[in-house]
Every structure is written in structure tokens, then in C-alpha cells.
């Protein structure tokens, strides 16, 4: 079995940064794929950023290019996403997601077979 546990979020005024982590445990995810997904009040869940959990491909929706950074530490098995320059339109539930059956992060909700329980991200302008 797996779990995921999110922490870092919180309140945060436009220009700012967090760091979210995720915490993993249950199996070893050498072949996993791992990602970022958001979801603001009556809005799709949407991805945010993917890594494979081996390392080397990550990615980035357009709207955070530039602005997020996801990274891994598989000693510690943690997933982080370190957000900055952040804006009003970055709030939202952040969800840490693990794909089981894929190398690569897919875009789709679908893929990921495990979910945290999600952490708040509120930017005020």
C-alpha cells in the first residue's frame, strides 16, 4: 500500500514562495512516475508539474514554467514543489499523485492510482 502525505502549504501575498513537500512510503518507486496536481473551487483537478521518481524528465504546465520547481529525494522518498513568484490564480488544493504503471508523468488524472489528502495554497493579492 501506498501513501502520500502533503504539507507546506498555507497563506501566502502575491510575489511570494512556498515549498510543498510530499511525503511517500508503502513502496519502493523506482518505476513510478510522481506529480503536482491542483484543483481551485469548481475548476478541474489540473497538473501542475511530473517527475519520473527515477529522475531526468520532469514536467511543467505552461502556466507555472519558470515559476515551480519539482524535484525528488528517493533516499528520503519525498516529491517537493517549490512555488514561486506566486500569483492570486495559484490557489488552490495541491495534490501529490503516483503513477504505478508509467516512467513518465501523464497530464491525466486518470494515470495515478494513489492521492494525498491535498494542502491548501492560498496567494492574496
Known amino acids: 500500500q501506498v501513501q502520500l502525505v502533503e504539507s507546506g502549504g498555507g497563506l501566502v501575498q502575491a510575489g511570494g514562495s512556498l515549498r510543498l513537500s510530499c511525503a511517500a512510503s508503502?513502496?519502493?518507486?523506482?518505476?513510478?512516475?510522481m506529480a503536482w496536481f491542483r484543483q481551485a473551487p469548481g475548476k478541474e483537478r489540473e497538473i501542475v508539474a511530473g517527475?519520473?521518481?527515477?529522475?531526468?524528465?520532469?514536467y511543467y504546465a505552461d502556466s507555472v514554467k519558470g515559476r515551480f520547481t519539482i524535484s525528488r529525494d528517493s533516499a528520503k522518498k519525498m516529491v517537493y514543489l517549490q512555488m514561486s513568484s506566486l500569483k492570486p490564480e495559484d490557489t488552490a488544493v495541491y495534490y501529490c499523485?503516483?503513477?504505478?504503471?508509467?516512467?513518465?508523468?501523464?497530464?491525466?488524472?486518470?494515470?495515478?492510482?494513489?492521492w494525498g489528502q491535498g494542502t491548501q495554497v492560498t496567494v492574496s493579492s
Open positions: 499523485a503516483a503513477d504505478s504503471h508509467s516512467l513518465y508523468p501523464s497530464r491525466s488524472t486518470r494515470e495515478y492510482d494513489y
Open positions: 508503502g513502496r519502493t518507486f523506482g518505476s513510478y512516475a
Open positions: 517527475i519520473k521518481w527515477s529522475g531526468g524528465s520532469t
